[in-house]
């Protein structure tokens, strides 16, 4: 599983961090919204589930897996 943002349209709103910290972190930015960081870009097997919630809850719809 690879997880990728598309940092052009997220705008922090920090639901993928409260979804699954292992792999998120969101942080602020000098010039504009707070963005996310992916911590692992290719998490283990068993954060699946949670990775999977955080992109169907990400209000931008910015978080794509590809398996």
Do not use: W
């Amino acid at each position: 599983m690879k997880v990728k943002v598309d940092l052009d349209l997220c705008q922090g709103h920090s639901v993928c961090l409260g979804e699954c910290p292992e792999v998120f972190d969101v942080v602020e930015q000098e010039d504009g919204y707070p963005q996310v960081v992916v911590l692992i870009e290719e998490p283990p097997e068993e954060l699946r589930k949670k990775v999977m919630s955080a992109a169907m809850f990400c209000p931008n719809r910015v978080i794509t897996v590809e398996d």
